[in-house]
């Protein structure tokens, strides 16, 4: 069965850091584009960040640059956001998505055509 499971999402405090996990099963991540997007209570998706698993490259919006780090494990078989300095605009449920690199438009880290989305994982920030 083809899946991605976020994990890592939790209660913290402002300040403190969070690791989330994205790990699939039934397919090589390796192959693949991965993007993190968050949404939070009442408002729309947003892209966190995304890399290609095979290279490495990544891509952060403007507003994600600075606290927030993409990466990938071959092989776990599994991409990881390192996120720090939480604040409470940073709750929301964050879920990783998948598409394969081949699909990608050049120039593109990120996946556009999801062909995966995991179930997402809760982040609480408290002041």
């Known amino acids: 069965q083809v899946q991605l499971v976020e994990s890592g999402g939790g209660l913290v405090q402002a300040g403190e850091s969070l690791r989330l996990s994205c790990a699939a099963s039934g397919f090589n991540l390796a192959y693949y584009s991965i993007g993190w997007f968050r949404q939070a209570p009442g408002k729309g998706r947003e892209g966190v960040a995304c890399?290609?698993?095979?290279?490495?490259?990544?891509f952060y919006p403007d507003s994600m640059k600075g606290r927030f780090t993409i990466s990938g494990d071959k092989a776990k078989n599994t991409v990881f956001l390192q996120m720090t300095s939480l604040e409470p605009d940073d709750t929301a449920v964050y879920s990783c998505?998948?598409?394969?690199?081949?699909?990608?438009?050049?120039?593109?880290?990120?996946?556009?055509?999801?062909?995966?989305w995991g179930q997402g994982t809760l982040v609480t920030v408290s002041s």
């Open positions: 998505a998948a598409e394969e690199e081949w699909k990608l438009p050049r120039g593109s880290n990120c996946p556009g055509e999801v062909q995966v």
């Open positions: 890399i290609r698993v095979s290279s490495g490259s990544t």
